[in-house]
């Protein structure tokens, strides 16, 4: 049971809180997030905040200096959804399941956020694009954590926010579904007996 974690069971804020009030629609912002080089090497580890900063500036054209984004990109995660915590509890009491998080993530978010220790604590095996250096929707992301993990595809089940992830999961073999928050996770779960309503 693996679990994306800002937008599934970690609350961000809106995209004006990064990108400041002239911010594109979700809609536009995350395709062009997904696909940008300069996204993908902080994420996929192969550059530092102060130099993925000053590349976001100079590419979505913001009228603010790159110190100030690293502040709004760090306080972007504004902790765990009501109901995660718990969530992550009632799985974890199942001996047969193993519980990872697969998050496209980067040292600041991952150390740094708010209720980050908690967060840490919740997984059997945290699955991070910076350590791997694999970023989503990429196929060898997904190749990398069954391959980890020893199990056929179909025995994964795999809760991401965005449509495109979860296309790529499936893609793979996995099972997977669009979630918004431990409530959708909750609904989908129950239905397969793994947790209670």
């Known amino acids: 049971m693996i679990f994306d974690l800002g937008g599934v069971l970690v609350e961000l804020g809106p995209l004006s809180d990064i990108l400041g009030a002239d911010a594109p629609s979700e809609e536009s912002f995350w395709p062009k997030w997904l696909h940008s080089s300069t996204v993908r090497d902080f994420e996929g580890g192969r550059c530092t905040a102060p130099e993925f900063a000053t590349r976001m500036v100079d590419d979505f054209d913001l009228d603010f200096p790159p110190a100030e984004l690293i502040d709004r990109f760090r306080a972007w995660p504004k902790g765990l959804f009501d109901g995660a915590l718990e969530l992550l509890t009632d799985l974890r009491t199942n001996d047969d399941l193993i519980t990872g998080a697969l998050s496209n993530s980067n040292p600041i978010h991952w150390y740094e956020q708010r209720d980050a220790d908690v967060i840490q604590s919740l997984f059997d095996r945290p699955f991070l694009s910076f350590e791997m ?6 196929a060898a992301i997904y190749e990398h954590v069954q391959s ?9 089940l795999y809760f991401d926010d965005n449509q495109i992830n979860v296309d790529a999961a499936r893609a793979a073999g996995w099972q997977s579904e669009v979630t918004r928050g431990p409530s959708d996770c909750r609904h989908l779960l129950a239905a ?3 947790v209670g309503a």
């Not at 250096?133 to 990429?138: A, F, R, Y």
């Not at 020893?150 to 025995?155: G, I, R, T």
């Open 133 to 138: 250096k694999l970023i989503k929707p990429d």
């Open 148 to 156: 980890e993990l020893e199990l056929q595809p179909d025995e994964i």
């Open 192 to 194: 397969r007996g793994l």
